[in-house]
């Protein structure tokens, strides 16, 4: 009786431990996305995902929700935080509000073009930003995800110079550097959630909003607004991010499978964008869109109370603004 009670606990302790394993060969994550299945950002998220799959044989599976299903930004993070969710795909304004440093994406005019986006996310001083990040959010970020840059869309009138947005209350994501932005470009920056850009426009909470051609053209933005101002004010920049405890409990090799993914995701993305925006915004015309586009340096000059606020705010992070701005073409 001893003998066979004995197999019994052996053989149920052996069939535990067949179970744990053939538990860890397969690691299931959530990830989420704030827009539309067939926006960029979310394709982003779906190509990083199915490229980690690959290279893990399939033992990382990720499955991407988008259109905020999993929550609105702020809760996608807050979610991560306390190991609810694993992973995300998030704005860069979304992160601020977990770490103040990453402001300095948020800086208007900071960035003119995607090689210049591309170069700086390689170099040191991006390198430092995301360690600062990680440190005071407790989040890790993986990737870049560069959407591009912002333009203005209202329902109201062509703009042209800042006077023109005297008067109009204009959607910015829920972040102090695009509010202070759009402010000092002469309109009233207002934040709301992405999710409720349409109803406050049909309820004229606000006139117009903004956000980069792509997106403009996935939600038929033309439906609701007539009016693109090409100002390009803000590079679009967002990044695939995990919760920390997701990040440490991976293997080194797993850890490195998931950066490579990233990388190619990011190359791979950027491609997409240049050739999005471009038929995106024939798009947004042929739709009878009247698009403007203004002298720049009419809404430059207007921002550099912004850069002064940084600098007081993060002096140490001046030298890292000043190696983004050598990078300009």
């Known amino acids: 009786m001893k003998t066979l009670k004995l197999f019994l606990i052996v053989l149920g302790c052996l069939l ?7 538990s860890a060969k397969t ?6 996305s704030c827009l539309n299945s067939e ?6 998220a779906k190509d990083w995902a199915k490229r980690v799959g690959e290279k893990t044989d399939n033992r990382i599976q990720i499955t991407v929700f988008d259109s905020e ?8 993070l807050e979610q991560m935080k306390i190991h609810a969710l694993q992973a995300g795909i998030l704005s860069n304004s979304a992160l601020t ?27 040191p001083e991006a390198a430092l930003l995301s360690k600062l990040f990680e440190e005071k959010a407790n989040i890790k970020i993986i990737g870049l995800f560069p959407e591009g840059f912002r333009h203005i869309m209202n329902a109201t009138k062509p703009i042209n110079t800042p006077e023109d947005l005297a008067g109009m209350k204009i959607r910015v994501m829920e972040n102090p550097t695009h509010i202070a ?7 009233t920056g207002t934040p709301i959630s992405w999710g409720e850009v349409v109803t406050s426009i049909q309820t004229k909470v606000i006139d117009g909003f903004e956000n980069s051609i792509p997106t403009l053209a996935s939600v038929k933005a033309w439906e609701f607004q007539k009016y693109l101002a090409l100002t390009t004010h803000f590079y679009d920049a967002s990044f695939v991010v995990m919760g920390m405890d997701t990040w440490n409990s991976l293997s080194k090799e797993d850890q490195a499978l998931v950066m490579e993914a990233s990388d190619e995701a990011t190359l791979n993305s950027i491609e997409k ?3 999005y925006t471009a038929k ?10 009247a698009v403007t586009t203004p002298d720049l340096g009419l809404f430059q000059k207007r921002v550099e109370p912004v850069y002064q606020a940084f600098y007081k705010e993060y002096p140490q992070l001046k030298p890292v603004v000043e190696k983004a701005l050598s990078l300009q073409k």
């Not at 509000?97 to 591309?118: E, K, R, S, W």
Request: proline share 1%; glycine share 8%.
């Open 181 to 187: 932005s759009m402010n000092a470009m002469g309109a």
């Open 69 to 76: 299903k999993l929550g609105s930004e702020r809760e996608t």
């Open 39 to 44: 926006n960029l950002f979310t394709l982003h």
């Open 273 to 275: 964008i240049k050739e």
């Open 280 to 289: 995106d915004l024939e798009t947004i015309k042929a739709n009878g869109v």
């Open 97 to 123: 509000m977990f770490g103040g440093t990453q402001a300095i994406y948020n800086l208007p005019y900071l960035f003119t073009n995607l090689d210049q986006c591309v170069a700086f996310s390689k170099s």
């Open 27 to 32: 690691i299931k994550w959530r990830m989420s």
């Open 16 to 22: 535990f431990a067949g179970t744990q394993v053939a």
